[in-house]
Nanobody
Framework: QVRLVESGGGLVQPGGSLRLSCAPS????????MGWYRQAPGKQREAVAS???????NYVDSVKGRFTISRDTPKNTVYLQMNSLKPEDTAVYYC?????????WGQGTQVTVSS
């Protein structure tokens, strides 16, 4: 069992930046995929960014060029650097790690972009 702890959310003005972190409760020696999802009020949860064990990344079109996913291998921590934030980025952001056939989710962290 793996517990994921997210941090870094908050309130930011449009154009601002935030960095989200996701740390597992124990070392993860192998995984299939690590990623960030978000869910805005009244909308379905959507995949935002993901990173594979080989370091390859994928992003949803709406965040390309603004968000960057990265991983600190020794700490098994995954980050989401969010720049040039827009009001439409407002959502609860969730971290997910896929290990084998199991998906592990964090509890979510609120990101609000508003002036």
């Amino acid at each position: 069992q793996v517990r994921l702890v997210e941090s870094g959310g908050g309130l930011v003005q449009p154009g601002g930046s935030l960095r989200l972190s996701c740390a597992p409760s124990r070392s993860i020696f192998s995984f299939n995929l690590m990623g960030w999802y978000r869910q805005a009020p009244g909308k379905q949860r959507e995949a935002v960014a993901s990173i594979s064990p080989d370091g390859s990344t994928n992003y949803v079109d709406s965040v390309k060029g603004r968000f960057t996913i990265s991983r600190d291998t020794p700490k098994n921590t995954v980050y989401l650097q969010m720049n040039s934030l827009k009001p439409e980025d407002t959502a609860v952001y969730y971290c997910k790690v896929k290990i084998g056939v199991e998906d592990y989710w964090g509890q979510g962290t609120q990101v609000t972009v508003s002036s």
